[in-house]
């Protein structure tokens, strides 16, 4: 069942990784180990995966900043592997999106189970129609996924790489306040510790580009020392 199947390992032990990894490559699957958090993040945008294993001690980016970012923009199968035993622990990950979550140590054949039995899951559910190619709200803004282009009344309003994914993450997480260090990490895919003037200065364009008013907003609304939120209503 798991042959040809592409898992991404978020491990920063290597003993356990190549334990984990040599497993699976065993059975054929094409595994790509990632020893912090933000190299797997890394090779999830760059990559094509039907599984991810996230261990919740990682350096750079922790295992639940890791789950809450991919859950963003995929529904992929998703296992938590942690030594973390404590309940609140385990449903912090859930309510993150994991799939399951499996304490250390455990075996190969337990973790193979699981996996299995999430993959059948997934596969059967995957029957459903794919996402619309096109998102069209009031006020004249179409967003078109597959062309990745932003129209308001009609017209290309030209974002730039940064501007669209700010635009497509909110957008696709409506009423969701995004806090600032949020849409700087999944954007530009790498942690800073001031980047409040950068987020600043691209939300302003994008709104400039959709023709907002800051005291009347129609799609980008400031959350008062939290962040933004995508507020746009969804033309049926």
Known sequence: MLDGTAILL?????????????????????????????????????????????????????????????????????????????????????????????????????????????????????????QAMKMVFKHGLLVDFERQRAYLNEEDIHLTSKEWALLVLMATHPDRTFSKTELYEHVWQQRHEDCTNTINVHIKSLRTKLGEQIRNPKFIETVWGSGYRFIGERDQ
């Open 10 to 130: 978020a491990e920063d032990d290597p003993e356990i990784a190549r334990i984990v990894r040599d497993h699976f490559r065993r059975q054929r699957c094409d595994v790509t180990w990632a020893s912090t958090g933000l190299e797997c993040w890394e090779d999830f945008r760059n990559g094509d995966y039907d599984l991810v294993i996230v261990d919740l001690m990682m350096p750079e980016m922790d295992g639940y900043d890791l789950c809450k970012n991919i859950r963003l923009i995929s529904d992929v199968p998703l296992i938590i592997i942690s030594a973390r035993a404590e309940d609140e622990d385990k449903v912090r990950g859930l309510q993150l999106g994991a799939d399951d979550y499996l304490t250390k140590p455990f075996s190969l054949t337990e973790l193979t189970a699981r996996i299995q039995s999430i993959l059948r899951r997934y596969r059967q559910g995957n029957a459903q129609p794919s």
